[in-house]
């Protein structure tokens, strides 16, 4: 692999705050090191900024390996940029070439306003959860952990709905917006687990319900969400939603 | 300062129960009537926080990231303990109480350590309600694993993301108590000072990191779950906002901060590869259950090809110093063993440190497949970071930061020497001793914030009997103007150096030169000559663009790396002061001939627990004597 | 005490206040729609059995308990479409809204099809269609001199009123035009409603997949064989 370093133009969303006008802003960066992350060559830019006595780019990041979920940026129309199932801070320069434009927007949603350039507000998907993503079991208590066999292949299933990291990417590549393959994926994890039966109900109304106030929109089964999904959510969980949906609204209990 | 650690009396196996009856109950109608702040949600921070909210109490908690879910808990890979015995192979509490004290090369509390094993158990039953998705066999039973070199299989995992379902377990609880109005979560928000009150913790000042409003809340108890300070090495595991700043400013206001020294270099990460790099990401070390550790024997072969260079002419170091546990030594044995084949020359990474984690071996023993299947996920992270192919090549390896044993001290019941601040998780220093065993943090974590705290604070309100304050004290307003003052001083010097320059050479050309896997006398009088020439530099060359009423990225950094450069001297003092070489901390004069590490219990089986005394004033040393009682004190030995 | 605060609302209210259940609505209205534009093409391909059996099919059905089953099979079919138009429109513009501002560099897509992105104009140009559709063949209000023809046995020509209509050109690529558009809407809705009741899950998933497209094809075909078949002449009076 070539260590040559690479010159790259950047055109950035700028915008200063959540009402501000935003606006397109280009940058070159030349001494690129193919080696270097995504945000590490902005970091290389913030400097550079800095020493211009300009804004620097902000930009969300935490754990820099994919899995906090907080980085959250489009990359040439693909929330997470072009590598599949790769998080924006997973993402490395050697998947670019020298002398390409790159793109940078914010993750655009109604649901998700713009605090500052590349920063948005994803607390309504703290919100959803709040409204019934969880097992209401009160600390202490529990049975023994063995009590309740759990059948491998379930055990599985609900873990692969379980790895969203709760980034956003799905409801940036939508072309609606709509978070359903996040409540679904939550939905899908617990429903698969006899923990999550007992609420099974209200918890999907209850999370449907605070999806739609949020403002996100409609699921038309696109499939774009999965398929930016940097944890690779099935679109099963979209199903597994739907008729966990249906099946509450029908059913008379509590 | 006192430090009166509060150890009931009785038969260790005894205590934690014997506790529980003695310690003063909150009415449970007056509950809702005192107000606990959480700073952290982590594992610890976040299952106090819902914890204590199901309780009744009312919680505000705090956190940097976006949402509570980010914390850095949610990293962590391998695994969490347990002496479940469910494999049947032997384990118990005592068990894993004994491995736990010994793999802390005896520095830690015998008490506190029982009682962590003790807990454990109920950890996995919680976490199992609450839906967490732990690995299992076909019959539906829980899987284990052996997990850093424990003979018994005691590790509960959940792939490689078991850090990542505990804490959204944990969050799940948590957003439960928010959305039921008995929490109130307050995101984004950093805590930059603790506000005493008569000599008790009663509330803390924040910045808002969007618009950068300083603000105050008061409390009748304050809980700091912030995690550790493995970021003043700059490049480490950690996620780029874990930082000391709430440890710190605590210590600044009173609370003894033990241990220092003590922090965790994992041998598996992927190593440095240019000085634009921001942080170091850990490979699971389950991955040294099949690969094997090698560099080439003669320097002169470590530029050509690996798969070139025969057998012969390979040196499995690990397998040749240590046969009877090879590649599997703990974790400072195999990052000494590391840093001693670069220091002879032999890094197979040109311009940086690195030794070869091999798996030809296993691949043509087992099969691609098979291979594939253990450790797929794991082998294509390394490809996306590296950009090579490890079923092709060995990948290159070497030591990072990754945890902090040491922490602010705490007593049995958690709370710090400041009445009023109790410390969780990786901040506090209670239960890993001098070195931490693999999947035991996240067991402290749970323990501290789902079946200590809940305990122990109420004992504290019960008995501290403090009146109401609210933040109208002059005790707060102090607070915020020296808050206030401090990002004023920040964005007024007006230099021409970034933050990360500091942060960099403090934490790379200093701290990790001088005080990282190996440290030694001279090298430790020479940072500590050094600190104090960077901090000054500091605050007079940096720049911190923008004003502190907005989102400033330069300036919360800027804050950060401000106290790591107050915190790191503390650190080398502690590493100059213990002189003996014990778990993560190794003093180069305390070896034995063939170099493993002496400790020296007659003189050093203390906490070193750090007193502040002023700026520019020297720290008071005060020691926690440690007995053991039921851990008979032993030379590790690997060889 | 942890219930939480805003509980949802159930059954059918419930249904009508959600996305998913206006979706419910669509896939359920939808699926009327597809099941009268498969069988309506399918009787149409009486045309090549000649003027009797179209006729005759037409005159029958009219006359079928005494006109109520038409009348009554309209009024659930102007329902259907009413209640499919009446949400699809509540959820485009809930889906315009939900993001205010596009991606400046223009959105990447991947998987998804052009048919599931012009869902809305394909829509209206259906609709479009079926009321010059009916003012042509049901109201006989676009070509009256096609329309008022009646048969040897004194029926409605329906056959001779669809050849000579097809042989303008005009009229016949109005109607493959409309087809076309109406093929796409089938592509993306017929496997979008199974996906919408949750349906298109596990094994069935790739199947299903298949369904939507095979169908609007299916339809596509018949129905421009007819203006094709006029207008090269194989059917002819
Ligand atoms: C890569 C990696 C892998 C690991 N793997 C394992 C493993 O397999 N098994 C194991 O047992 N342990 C493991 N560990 C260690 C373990 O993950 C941590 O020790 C543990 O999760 C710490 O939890 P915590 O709750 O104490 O702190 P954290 O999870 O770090 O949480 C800190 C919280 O404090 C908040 N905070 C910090 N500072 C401030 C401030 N100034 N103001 C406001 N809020 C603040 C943060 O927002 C966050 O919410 C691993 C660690 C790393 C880095
Ligand atoms: C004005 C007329 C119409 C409009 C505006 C319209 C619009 C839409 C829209 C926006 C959708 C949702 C798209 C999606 O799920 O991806 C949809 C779905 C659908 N439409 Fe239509 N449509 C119209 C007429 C028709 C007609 C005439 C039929 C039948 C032939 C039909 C059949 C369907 C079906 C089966 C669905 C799938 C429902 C679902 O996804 O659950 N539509 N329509
Ligand atoms: C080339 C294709 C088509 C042909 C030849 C055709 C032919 C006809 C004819 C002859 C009638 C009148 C029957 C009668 O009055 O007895 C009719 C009615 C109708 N057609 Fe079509 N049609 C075609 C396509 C369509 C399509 C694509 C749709 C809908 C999307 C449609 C919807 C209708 C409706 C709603 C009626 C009225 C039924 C009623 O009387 O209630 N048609 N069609
Ligand atoms: S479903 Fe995937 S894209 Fe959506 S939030 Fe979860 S991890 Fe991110
Ligand atoms: S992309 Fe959007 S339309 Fe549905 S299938 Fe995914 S949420
Ligand atoms: S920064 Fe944590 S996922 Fe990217």
Same mark, same amino acid.
């Not at chain 2, 007006?494 to 934490?507: E, N």
């Not at chain 3, 045309?47 to 005759?56: D, I, M």
């Given at each position: 692999?070539?260590?040559?370093?690479?010159?790259?133009?950047?055109?950035?969303?700028?915008?200063?705050?959540?009402?501000?006008?935003?606006?397109?802003?280009?940058?070159?960066?030349?001494?690129?090191?193919?080696?270097?992350?995504?945000?590490?060559?902005?970091?290389?830019?913030?400097?550079?900024?800095?020493?211009?006595?300009?804004?620097?780019?902000?930009?969300?990041?935490?754990?820099?390996?994919?899995?906090?979920?907080?980085?959250?940026?489009?990359?040439?129309?693909?929330?997470?940029?072009?590598?599949?199932?790769?998080?924006?801070?997973?993402?490395?320069?050697?998947?670019?070439?020298?002398?390409?434009?790159?793109?940078?927007?914010?993750?655009?949603?109604?649901?998700?306003?713009?605090?500052?350039?590349?920063?948005?507000?994803?607390?309504?998907?703290?919100?959803?959860?709040?409204?019934?993503?969880?097992?209401?079991?009160?600390?202490?208590?529990?049975?023994?952990?063995?009590?309740?066999?759990?059948?491998?292949?379930?055990?599985?299933?609900?873990?692969?709905?379980?790895?969203?990291?709760?980034?956003?990417?799905?409801?940036?590549?939508?072309?609606?917006?709509?978070?359903?393959?996040?409540?679904?994926?939550?939905?899908?994890?617990?429903?698969?687990?006899?923990?999550?039966?007992?609420?099974?109900?209200?918890?999907?109304?209850?999370?449907?319900?605070?999806?739609?106030?949020?403002?996100?929109?409609?699921?038309?089964?696109?499939?774009?969400?999965?398929?930016?999904?940097?944890?690779?959510?099935?679109?099963?969980?979209?199903?597994?939603?739907?008729?966990?949906?249906?099946?509450?609204?029908?059913?008379?209990?509590? | 300062?006192?430090?009166? =650690?509060?150890?009931?009396?009785?038969?260790?196996?005894?205590?934690?129960?014997?506790?529980?009856?003695?310690?003063?109950?909150?009415?449970?109608?007056?509950?809702?009537?005192?107000?606990?702040?959480?700073?952290?949600?982590?594992?610890?921070?976040?299952?106090?926080?819902?914890?204590?909210?199901?309780?009744?109490?009312?919680?505000?908690?705090?956190?940097?990231?976006?949402?509570?879910?980010?914390?850095?808990? %949610?990293?962590?890979?391998?695994?969490?303990?347990? =002496?479940?015995?469910?494999?049947?192979?032997?384990?118990?509490?005592?068990?894993?109480?004994?491995?736990?004290?010994?793999?802390?090369?005896?520095?830690?509390?015998?008490?506190?350590?029982?009682?962590?094993?003790?807990?454990?158990?109920?950890?996995?039953?919680?976490?199992?309600?609450?839906?967490?998705?732990?690995?299992?066999?076909?019959?539906?039973?829980?899987?284990?694993?052996?997990?850093?070199?424990?003979?018994?299989?005691?590790?509960?995992?959940?792939?490689?993301? *078991?850090?990542?379902?505990?804490?959204?377990?944990?969050?799940?609880?948590?957003?439960?108590?928010?959305?039921?109005?008995?929490?109130?979560?307050?995101?984004?928000?950093?805590?930059?000072?603790?506000?005493?009150?008569?000599?008790?913790?009663?509330?803390?000042?924040?910045?808002?990191? %969007?618009?950068?409003?300083?603000?105050?809340?008061?409390?009748?108890?304050?809980?700091?779950?912030?995690?550790?300070?493995?970021?003043?090495?700059?490049?480490?595991?950690?996620?780029?906002?874990?930082?000391?700043?709430?440890?710190?400013?605590?210590?600044?206001?009173?609370?003894?901060?033990?241990?220092?020294?003590?922090?965790?270099?994992?041998?598996?990460?992927?190593?440095?590869?240019?000085?634009?790099?921001?942080?170091?990401?850990?490979?699971?070390?389950?991955?040294?259950?099949?690969?094997?550790?090698?560099?080439?024997?003669?320097?002169?072969?470590?530029?050509?090809?690996?798969?070139?260079?025969?057998?012969?002419?390979?040196?499995?170091?690990?397998?040749?110093?240590?046969?009877?546990?090879?590649?599997?030594?703990?974790?400072?044995?195999?990052?000494?063993?590391?840093?001693?084949?670069?220091?002879?020359?032999?890094?197979?990474?040109?311009?940086?440190?690195?030794?070869?984690?091999?798996?030809?071996?296993?691949?043509?023993?087992?099969?691609?497949?098979?291979?594939?299947?253990?450790?797929?996920?794991?082998?294509?992270?390394?490809?996306?970071?590296?950009?090579?192919?490890?079923?092709? *090549?060995?990948?290159?390896?070497?030591?990072?930061?990754?945890?902090?044993?040491?922490?602010?001290?705490?007593?049995?019941?958690?709370?710090?020497?400041?009445?009023?601040?109790?410390?969780?998780?990786?901040?506090?220093?209670?239960?890993?001793?001098?070195?931490?065993?693999?999947?035991?943090?996240?067991?402290?974590?749970? =323990?501290?914030?789902?079946?200590? %705290?809940?305990?122990?604070?109420?004992?504290?309100?019960? *008995?501290?009997?403090?009146?109401?304050?609210?933040?109208?004290?002059?005790?707060?307003?102090?607070?915020?103007?020296?808050?206030?003052?401090?990002?004023?001083?920040?964005?007024?010097?007006?230099?021409?150096?970034?933050?990360?320059?500091?942060?960099?050479?403090?934490?790379?050309?200093?701290?990790?030169?001088?005080?990282?896997?190996?440290?030694?006398?001279?090298?430790?009088?020479?940072?500590?000559?050094?600190?104090?020439?960077?901090?000054?530099?500091?605050?007079?060359?940096?720049?911190?663009?923008?004003?502190?009423?907005?989102?400033?990225?330069?300036?919360?950094?800027?804050?950060?790396?401000?106290?790591?450069?107050?915190?790191?001297?503390?650190?080398?003092?502690?590493?100059?002061?213990?002189?003996?070489?014990?778990?993560?901390?190794?003093?180069?004069?305390?070896?034995?001939?063939?170099?493993?590490?002496?400790?020296?219990?007659?003189?050093? =089986?203390?906490?070193?627990?750090?007193?502040?005394?002023?700026?520019?004033?020297?720290?008071?040393?005060?020691?926690?004597?440690?007995?053991?009682?039921?851990?008979?004190?032993?030379?590790?030995?690997?060889? | 005490?942890?219930?939480?605060?805003?509980?949802?609302?159930?059954?059918?209210?419930?249904?009508?206040?959600?996305?998913?259940?206006?979706?419910?609505?669509?896939?359920?209205?939808?699926?009327?729609?597809?099941?009268?534009?498969?069988?309506?093409?399918?009787?149409?391909?009486?045309?090549?059995?000649?003027?009797?059996?179209?006729?005759?099919?037409?005159?029958?059905?009219?006359?079928?308990?005494?006109?109520?089953?038409?009348?009554?099979?309209?009024?659930?079919?102007?329902?259907?479409?009413?209640?499919?138009?009446?949400?699809?429109?509540?959820?485009?513009?809930?889906?315009?809204?939900?993001?205010?501002?596009?991606?400046?560099?223009?959105?990447?897509?991947?998987?998804?099809?052009?048919?599931?992105?012009?869902?809305?104009?394909?829509?209206?140009?259906?609709?479009?269609?079926?009321?010059?559709?009916?003012?042509?063949?049901?109201?006989?209000?676009?070509?009256?001199?096609?329309?008022?023809?009646?048969?040897?046995?004194?029926?409605?020509?329906?056959?001779?009123?669809?050849?000579?209509?097809?042989?303008?050109?005009?009229?016949?690529?109005?109607?493959?035009?409309?087809?076309?558009?109406?093929?796409?809407?089938?592509?993306?809705?017929?496997?979008?409603?199974?996906?919408?009741?949750?349906?298109?899950?596990?094994?069935?998933?790739?199947?299903?997949?298949?369904?939507?497209?095979?169908?609007?094809?299916?339809?596509?075909?018949?129905?421009?064989?007819?203006?094709?078949?006029?207008?090269?002449?194989?059917?002819?009076?």
């Amino acid at each position: 692999m070539s260590d040559e370093k690479m010159k790259i133009t950047l055109h950035v969303w700028r915008q200063k705050g959540p009402s501000a006008p935003g606006e397109l802003k280009t940058y070159k960066v030349d001494n690129v090191n193919p080696h270097m992350s995504f945000l590490e060559m902005l970091d290389v830019l913030n400097e550079e900024l800095l020493q211009k006595n300009e804004d620097p780019i902000a930009f969300d990041h935490d754990c820099r390996e994919g899995i906090c979920g907080m980085c959250s940026m489009v990359v040439n129309g693909r929330p997470h940029g072009p590598r599949k199932a790769t998080t924006t801070c997973q993402l490395h320069m050697r998947s670019f070439k020298s002398g390409d434009e790159i793109y940078i927007e914010p993750w655009r949603a109604k649901a998700f306003p713009i605090i500052k350039d590349l920063m948005v507000d994803r607390s309504a998907f703290d919100r959803i959860i709040a409204s019934g993503g969880y097992v209401a079991v009160h600390t202490g208590g529990a049975p023994d952990a063995n009590a309740l066999p759990i059948g491998k292949k379930d055990a599985d299933e609900a873990f692969d709905y379980a790895a969203c990291i709760g980034c956003g990417a799905c409801v940036a590549a939508c072309p609606n917006a709509s978070a359903m393959l996040f409540v679904g994926a939550k939905v899908a994890h617990l429903g698969k687990l006899p923990q999550g039966e007992v609420e099974r109900r209200s918890r999907v109304l209850n999370m449907v319900h605070t999806m739609d106030t949020e403002g996100f929109g409609a699921c038309t089964n696109h499939g774009e969400c999965s398929a930016s999904c940097p944890k690779e959510i099935p679109l099963e969980a979209i199903m597994t939603l739907n008729r966990d949906y249906a099946r509450a609204s029908f059913s008379g209990d509590e | 300062m006192e430090l009166n =650690a509060r150890i009931p009396a009785g038969p260790i196996s005894e205590k934690w129960d014997k506790h529980r009856f003695e310690l003063k109950l909150v009415n449970p109608a007056n509950k809702r009537k005192f107000k606990i702040i959480v700073v952290g949600s982590g594992l610890a921070g976040g299952s106090a926080a819902a914890t204590l909210a199901e309780l009744g109490y009312d919680v505000d908690c705090f956190c940097f990231q976006d949402s509570p879910r980010r914390a850095h808990s %949610i990293a962590a890979q391998g695994g969490i303990n347990a =002496a479940k015995n469910y494999p049947n192979d032997g384990d118990s509490i005592y068990r894993l109480f004994y491995d736990t004290v010994k793999g802390g090369d005896y520095r830690a509390r015998e008490a506190n350590v029982y009682r962590l094993a003790q807990i454990s158990n109920n950890i996995i039953d919680q976490c199992v309600a609450q839906g967490v998705p732990f690995a299992r066999e076909y019959g539906g039973m829980l899987a284990n694993r052996s997990f850093g070199g424990a003979q018994v299989s005691r590790t509960f995992y959940a792939r490689g993301q *078991t850090g990542q379902q505990l804490l959204l377990g944990a969050y799940s609880a948590l957003e439960r108590m928010i959305g039921a109005g008995k929490v109130k979560m307050h995101p984004r928000t950093e805590m930059l000072d603790l506000v005493l009150v008569d000599g008790h913790a009663r509330g803390i000042v924040t910045r808002n990191l %969007i618009t950068g409003a300083i603000e105050s809340w008061a409390a009748d108890a304050v809980i700091l779950a912030t995690g550790g300070y493995g970021n003043v090495f700059y490049l480490s595991t950690n996620a780029m906002g874990s930082n000391v700043t709430a440890s710190y400013r605590c210590y600044k206001r009173g609370a003894g901060f033990a241990n220092p020294c003590f922090t965790q270099i994992h041998p598996t990460c992927i190593p440095v590869s240019g000085d634009y790099q921001s942080k170091l990401t850990l490979m699971s070390e389950s991955l040294r259950n099949d690969g094997r550790v090698w560099v080439p024997k003669k320097a002169e072969d470590c530029r050509k090809r690996p798969r070139e260079i025969p057998e012969e002419d390979r040196d499995y170091y690990l397998e040749r110093k240590y046969p009877a546990f090879g590649n599997l030594v703990p974790r400072d044995v195999a990052s000494r063993a590391a840093k001693e084949a670069v220091d002879s020359g032999r890094s197979v990474l040109a311009g940086s440190p690195a030794v070869y984690l091999d798996f030809g071996n296993a691949i043509r023993r087992d099969g691609e497949d098979a291979i594939r299947d253990r450790y797929g996920n794991l082998f294509d992270m390394y490809e996306r970071i590296s950009g090579e192919n490890p079923y092709e *090549t060995p990948m290159r390896i070497y030591p990072a930061v990754h945890y902090t044993m040491g922490g602010l001290w705490v007593d049995y019941n958690l709370m710090s020497t400041i009445p009023g601040l109790h410390v969780l998780g990786e901040a506090n220093f209670s239960d890993h001793g001098a070195n931490r065993l693999g999947a035991s943090a996240l067991m402290q974590g749970l =323990a501290d914030g789902y079946f200590v %705290i809940p305990y122990t604070i109420g004992h504290y309100l019960a *008995t501290a009997k403090q009146p109401k304050v609210s933040t109208d004290h002059a005790a707060f307003k102090a607070a915020e103007e020296a808050v206030k003052g401090r990002l004023k001083r920040l964005l007024s010097v007006g230099g021409d150096k970034s933050v990360d320059y500091f942060h960099r050479t403090l934490g790379v050309d200093i701290l990790w030169e001088y005080c990282g896997m190996a440290r030694n006398e001279a090298g430790l009088k020479k940072a500590l000559q050094l600190i104090p020439e960077l901090r000054e530099r500091f605050w007079k060359e940096i720049r911190v663009p923008g004003s502190a009423s907005e989102l400033n990225i330069w300036l919360e950094k800027a804050g950060r790396v401000a106290d790591f450069l107050e915190f790191a001297e503390i650190l080398c003092l502690d590493a100059l002061n213990r002189e003996e070489s014990c778990g993560g901390h190794f003093r180069e004069e305390h070896q034995t001939a063939d170099g493993e590490a002496k400790r020296d219990d007659h003189k050093f =089986a203390y906490g070193a627990v750090w007193e502040y005394k002023g700026d520019n004033q020297a720290p008071a040393l005060n020691k926690e004597q440690l007995s053991f009682e039921y851990v008979k004190l032993a030379t590790r030995n690997y060889a | 005490m942890s219930a939480p605060k805003k509980t949802a609302k159930r059954g059918l209210a419930g249904l009508m206040d959600s996305t998913i259940g206006a979706k419910i609505l669509m896939a359920l209205t939808g699926f009327v729609l597809v099941g009268f534009v498969v069988q309506h093409m399918v009787m149409n391909l009486q045309l090549y059995a000649g003027p009797e059996a179209l006729n005759s099919y037409a005159h029958n059905l009219k006359h079928m308990m005494g006109g109520g089953f038409v009348w009554g099979g309209r009024a659930f079919l102007l329902a259907c479409i009413a209640i499919h138009i009446q949400m699809a429109m509540k959820l485009t513009n809930r889906n315009r809204d939900a993001r205010p501002q596009r991606y400046a560099a223009g959105q990447r897509t991947q998987v998804t099809s052009y048919a599931a992105q012009f869902m809305a104009l394909t829509g209206v140009v259906i609709l479009l269609f079926v009321i010059y559709h009916l003012l042509h063949f049901t109201g006989g209000v676009v070509q009256p001199d096609n329309f008022h023809v009646l048969d040897a046995e004194g029926r409605h020509d329906v056959w001779r009123m669809v050849v000579t209509s097809f042989k303008d050109p005009a009229t016949s690529i109005a109607y493959i035009v409309a087809n076309i558009a109406l093929a796409f809407h089938l592509s993306h809705s017929v496997t979008s409603m199974f996906a919408t009741l949750g349906l298109q899950s596990g094994r069935y998933r790739p199947i299903l997949a298949k369904v939507g497209p095979a169908i609007a094809a299916f339809v596509l075909l018949g129905n421009l064989s007819f203006p094709i078949s006029v207008l090269a002449g194989l059917v002819h009076i």
